[in-house]
Nanobody, 127 residues
Framework: QVQLVESGGGLVQAGDSLRLSCAAS????????VGWFRQAPGKEREFVGG????????VYADSVKGRFTMFRDNAKNTVYLRMNSLKPEDTAVYYC????????????????????WGQGTQVTVSS
């Protein structure tokens, strides 16, 4: 079992950047595929990006492609979400999720594919 803790959220202006961190404890994080999801008020949780266990494969939602980048440091048991050119519509609670299943380069894009979730970190982008 793995425990996930997100950090790095905050209040920024449109066009600014943030880097979110998802730190894992309890198990070797390199054994897990990881995803980032977000949920805005009144909306369903949506996929933002996912990264394979090796870190070599990533998938992003169209809404963030070219602006957001995921990378991982398995030695630090941490996955990062670098967010550039932030927009007001990026405002949401951001969650990281992890799951140990699948092939080495597999990336999961559905929330149902992840068995472990963090508590979330708030990102607010003002216009």
């Amino acid at each position: 079992q793995v425990q996930l803790v997100e950090s790095g959220g905050g209040l920024v202006q449109a066009g600014d950047s943030l880097r979110l961190s998802c730190a894992a404890s309890g198990r070797t994080f390199g054994d897990y595929a990881v995803g980032w999801f977000r949920q805005a008020p009144g909306k369903e949780r949506e996929f933002v990006g996912g990264i394979s266990r090796s870190g070599a494969s990533t998938v992003y939602a169209d809404s963030v492609k070219g602006r957001f980048t995921m990378f991982r440091d398995n030695a630090k048991n941490t996955v990062y979400l670098r967010m550039n050119s932030l927009k007001p519509e990026d405002t949401a609670v951001y969650y990281c999720a992890a799951d140990p299943g699948g092939m080495w380069e597999q990336v999961y894009v559905r929330s149902s594919q992840y068995g472990y979730w963090g508590q979330g970190t708030q990102v607010t982008v003002s216009s």
